[in-house]
């Protein structure tokens, strides 16, 4: 079955960088775009960019342009997201997310099972 | 790429409706019908619950039910059940490979 299986917690000062990973398995990784979604303790979800798996091309959220980078490797089916110049409104839950192998166009059908972030001095 | 609008709270006694409202622009919900709907309960991952407006994944009771009418898009929950009690998410595509969640909005099973 479709899978996304992400890399574990994380704990970072402000200022610097965090890299997550999440390994998709179960579906052709390259056809399906994959999202990051992050979640702040008690807040909603916020959508952060997509990547392109088959050529890696990318789109982000306005706010967060110019720290955030989504990379993948289609030789082990793995995402990458990179966050850089870290604040304390960082910390959150990241999922990655897919619709990969549905038909449900647009959509985020699976997710991974999330990775918290703590931004703390 | 401003957030969706949708009410906090929303509830509805065993049995009854809720309806909850999404309400975007004409570049995001009224532009596209890519608008889907998430339940997230606590501790756990968001899960798909409608898709392209009004369709419902397999596995998903037909109590779930979307619609649209320009820029506002609703779900309605129909025949509540205590495990119904959740957090609702909208999402819209935005174009140019962009999409936009909403607030959320907390459901209570009264």
């Known amino acids: 079955q479709v899978r996304l299986v992400q890399s574990g917690a994380e704990v970072k000062m402000p200022g610097a960088s965090v890299r997550l990973s999440c390994r998709a398995s179960g579906y052709k990784f390259t056809d399906y775009y994959m999202h990051w979604v992050r979640q702040a303790p008690g807040q909603g979800l916020e959508w952060m960019g997509t990547?392109?798996?088959?050529?890696?091309?990318?789109s982000y959220a306005q706010k967060l342009q110019g720290r955030v980078t989504m990379t993948r490797d289609t030789s082990t089916d793995t995402v990458y997201l990179d966050l850089s110049s870290l604040i304390f409104e960082d910390t959150a839950v990241y999922y990655c997310?897919?619709?990969?192998?549905?038909?449900?166009?647009?959509?985020?059908?699976?997710w991974g099972q999330g990775t918290t972030v703590t931004v703390s001095s | 790429q401003s957030a969706l609008t949708q009410p906090p709270s929303a509830s509805g006694s065993p049995g009854q409706s809720v309806t909850i409202s999404c309400t975007g622009t004409s570049s995001d919900v009224g532009g596209y019908n890519y608008v889907s709907w998430y339940q997230q309960h606590p501790g756990t991952a968001p899960k798909l619950i409608i898709y392209?407006?009004?369709k419902r994944p397999s596995g998903v009771p037909d109590r779930f039910s979307g619609s649209k009418s320009g820029n506002t898009a609703s779900l309605t929950v129909s025949g509540l059940q205590a495990d119904d009690e959740a957090d609702y998410y909208c999402?819209?595509?935005?174009?140019?490979?962009?999409?936009?969640f909403g607030g959320g909005t907390k459901v209570t099973v009264l």
């Open positions: 990547i392109d798996p088959s050529g890696g091309r990318t």
């Open positions: 999402n819209s595509y935005a174009g140019s490979d962009t999409w936009v």
């Open positions: 997310t897919t619709r990969g192998g549905t038909s449900y166009s647009y959509s985020m059908t699976v």
């Open positions: 392209e407006v009004s």
